[in-house]
């Protein structure tokens, strides 16, 4: 099961939207662009994912469903899938981590996680 983990790399690029944003509302949005990197010899099929975040007050939440932005993509060895969506938060700073939920070409399915990653507005940390 570790050498299945371990063939999926997962990396994050995060934005703040300002111009959605609303901080005298407590109104944070972030887009994240998730690229996740299939490194291993078959194919392999993202079926759920289940994300974290953490706001900066330590307030939870988890999201959980299908696949990504409507998608339950297949990814073939040596390449990559990408996509950007969105969350809002409570306070300018927040962390998210989670795992995709992914199944082989042969039915095993395994957990590829993802570490987690900042989300902040601009100026807010030095």
């Known amino acids: 099961m570790k050498q299945l983990e371990s063939s999926i790399r997962i990396e994050v690029?995060?934005?703040?939207?300002e111009e959605q944003s609303s901080p005298e509302e407590e109104r944070y949005l972030f887009s994240y662009t998730i690229t996740i990197i299939n490194l291993g010899d078959e194919a392999v099929t993202l079926k759920s994912?289940?994300?974290?975040?953490?706001d900066a007050n330590g307030h939870e939440s988890k999201v959980e469903g299908a696949g990504v932005?409507?998608?339950?993509?297949?990814?073939k060895p040596n390449t990559a899938y990408q996509y950007t969506s969105?969350?809002?938060?409570?306070?300018?700073?927040?962390?998210?981590?989670?795992?995709?939920?992914?199944?082989?070409?042969q039915g095993e399915t395994f957990k590829a996680p993802i570490a987690p990653f900042r989300l902040a507005a601009p100026g807010l940390l030095h």
């Open 13 to 17: 690029k995060t934005d703040y939207i």
């Open 49 to 54: 994912r289940m994300w974290c975040i953490t």
């Open 69 to 75: 932005v409507g998608e339950t993509p297949t990814i």
């Open 86 to 105: 969105g969350t809002v938060c409570e306070t300018p700073f927040a962390v998210m981590q989670g795992y995709y939920v992914m199944v082989t070409e």
